[in-house]
């Protein structure tokens, strides 16, 4: 029998998510039968198609409004609303033996508890550590954080298997999930080599300046484009006027770091894209001096792996970031790091100083080529990937076996 997998995201569409979709191809190539169910969104809004073999179900979502506590409350009850009807859907015509539950939100569990009572088993994808999430957006233990805290736990508890993005994400599914290691499968977020490629620089996408500082992600508070602004301001206060900065990526903070670029006059110096296609996206990068990853000092960030920052390297880019631990461990010697304390200034100058040493860029952009061709690429993940499902459905076998004993 062939086994059959449910993957279940609800912070983006797929395949724009892209680990999720490089996930769901994978284990397709594996011999799984993958269903994936997403949210709708711009670009993607088929409730289903097939592709790359993968059934895609696409549920319906309210449109964006307040990016606060209440608003993404609404988001999440609204999704999970959906979540139940298409999980229960999918099961009754195509069927799984597997959920992969991947968070933001840690509610997708509540969905895979219908199913326990039939064997399927639960992956829990832990893409980002929800209460640091919440402290980092609203600086606030209240009502909403204590119910991030607990759901935290819960999902712990039911998860059979837990897929860590990284060595920081494993300590705390072993340690605050009180989870066995031998359940923990660590699934780092590498870039696609064979997609995610360097392309011909355009210079006009320097807009008329000499240099091209990069930016790709999401557009909202932790992410620490308010500092990227100012560092910009500083920039431009030096009297340099030969940098361009461009910012890829939506999210609920665009429209304000737009209104803050325009108070700050910075039109000819900043420019935020929105989402672009992503022949756009490489694009820019690949036409850019320089990549930067302002993701602002905070327990969040410190123990989170952002995407961006491989995919820089990916296309041999020099980095500037602030000095946080996985960050770190990621860029190694194709970054430089800034003062955590001193943010504005010191990223001004680290930004600078590779501007003005193009042989350091060279060097330190290959450093991280070589760093993603050797360990960090997509392809060294997916081992880790089959493991986890490996052990997920051993885990199955087992249950089944002991209700065969109990029945007889």
Same mark, same amino acid.
């Given at each position: &029998?062939?086994?059959?997998?449910?993957?279940?995201? @609800?912070?983006?569409?797929?395949?724009f998510?892209? !680990?999720?979709?490089?996930? %769901? *191809?994978a284990?397709?190539?594996?011999?799984?039968e993958?269903?994936?169910?997403?949210?709708?969104?711009?670009?993607?809004?088929k409730?289903?198609?097939i592709?790359?073999?993968?059934?895609?179900y696409?549920?319906?979502?309210?449109?964006?409004?307040?990016?606060?506590?209440?608003?993404?409350?609404?988001?999440y009850? *609204?999704a999970?609303?959906?979540?139940f009807l298409?999980?229960?859907?999918?099961?009754?015509?195509?069927?799984?033996?597997?959920?992969?539950?991947?968070?933001?939100?840690?509610?997708?569990?509540?969905? #895979?508890? &219908?199913?326990?009572?039939?064997?399927?088993?639960?992956i829990?994808?832990?893409?980002?550590?929800?209460?640091e999430?919440?402290?980092?957006?609203?600086? !606030?233990?209240d009502?909403?954080?204590r /119910?991030?805290?607990?759901?935290?736990?819960?999902?712990?508890?039911?998860?059979?298997?837990?897929? %860590?993005?990284? @060595?920081?994400?494993?300590?705390?599914?072993?340690?605050?999930?009180?989870?066995d290691?031998?359940? /923990?499968?660590?699934?780092?977020?590498?870039?696609?080599?064979?997609?995610?490629?360097?392309?011909?620089a355009?210079?006009?996408?320097?807009?008329?300046?000499a240099?091209?500082?990069?930016?790709?992600?999401?557009?909202?508070?932790?992410?620490g484009?308010?500092?990227?602004?100012?560092?910009?301001?500083?920039?431009?206060?030096?009297? !340099? @006027?030969?940098?361009? =900065?461009?910012?890829?990526?939506?999210g609920?903070?665009?429209?304000?770091?737009?209104?803050?670029?325009k108070?700050?006059?910075?039109e000819?110096?900043?420019?935020?894209?929105?989402r672009?296609?992503? #022949?756009?996206?490489?694009?820019?990068?690949?036409?850019?001096?320089?990549?930067?990853?302002p993701d602002?000092?905070?327990?969040?960030?410190? &123990?989170?792996? &952002?995407?961006?920052?491989?995919?820089?390297?990916?296309?041999g880019?020099?980095?500037?970031?602030f000095?946080?631990?996985?960050?770190? =461990?990621?860029?190694?010697?194709a970054s430089?790091?800034c003062?955590n304390?001193?943010?504005?200034?010191?990223?001004?100058n680290?930004?600078?100083?590779?501007?003005?040493?193009? @042989?350091?860029r060279?060097?330190?952009?290959?450093?991280?080529?070589?760093?993603?061709?050797?360990?960090? %690429?997509?392809?060294?993940?997916?081992?880790?990937?089959? %493991?986890?499902?490996e052990?997920?459905?051993?885990?199955r076998?087992?249950y089944?076996?002991?209700?065969?004993i109990?029945?007889?």
């Amino acid at each position: &029998m062939r086994r059959k997998i449910l993957i279940i995201v @609800e912070n983006l569409p797929v395949p724009f998510d892209t !680990r999720v979709w490089k996930e %769901a *191809c994978a284990l397709q190539e594996a011999g799984y039968e993958v269903n994936v169910l997403s949210p709708r969104g711009k670009g993607y809004t088929k409730g289903f198609e097939i592709l790359e073999s993968v059934h895609v179900y696409r549920h319906p979502m309210p449109n964006e409004g307040s990016s606060g506590a209440l608003g993404y409350l609404l988001e999440y009850s *609204c999704a999970l609303f959906w979540e139940f009807l298409y999980s229960w859907w999918i099961f009754l015509t195509r069927g799984f033996h597997v959920i992969q539950g991947c968070n933001p939100p840690d509610n997708i569990v509540l969905v #895979a508890l &219908m199913f326990k009572v039939f064997g399927v088993k639960y992956i829990f994808d832990h893409h980002d550590a929800n209460p640091e999430l919440y402290l980092s957006k609203y600086d !606030r233990e209240d009502l909403f954080y204590r /119910v991030q805290v607990w759901l935290e736990k819960f999902t712990f508890r039911f998860s059979d298997v837990v897929m %860590a993005t990284n @060595e920081s994400y494993k300590a705390l599914a072993v340690e605050r999930g009180e989870r066995d290691p031998k359940n /923990v499968f660590v699934v780092r977020n590498g870039p696609d080599l064979e997609k995610f490629k360097l392309v011909p620089a355009e210079p006009a996408l320097k807009r008329g300046k000499a240099f091209l500082v990069g930016y790709v992600g999401t557009m909202s508070i932790q992410e620490g484009l308010d500092i990227l602004i100012d560092v910009a301001a500083e920039i431009k206060d030096r009297g !340099r @006027e030969d940098v361009q =900065f461009t910012c890829v990526g939506g999210g609920p903070g665009l429209a304000g770091l737009r209104q803050l670029v325009k108070e700050k006059n910075l039109e000819g110096t900043v420019t935020f894209t929105g989402r672009v296609p992503d #022949a756009e996206l490489l694009s820019i990068l690949s036409t850019a001096d320089v990549c930067v990853n302002p993701d602002k000092p905070c327990k969040m960030n410190d &123990m989170s792996t &952002m995407i961006k920052v491989p995919e820089y390297m990916a296309l041999g880019k020099p980095i500037v970031q602030f000095d946080l631990k996985e960050g770190r =461990f990621s860029a190694g010697d194709a970054s430089l790091y800034c003062d955590n304390d001193d943010q504005v200034r010191d990223f001004a100058n680290k930004i600078l100083w590779l501007l003005d040493h193009p @042989e350091e860029r060279k060097r330190m952009g290959a450093c991280g080529r070589q760093r993603i061709e050797q360990e960090l %690429a997509w392809k060294y993940s997916v081992k880790n990937l089959i %493991a986890a499902y490996e052990s997920a459905f051993e885990k199955r076998r087992d249950y089944a076996a002991a209700r065969v004993i109990a029945e007889t």
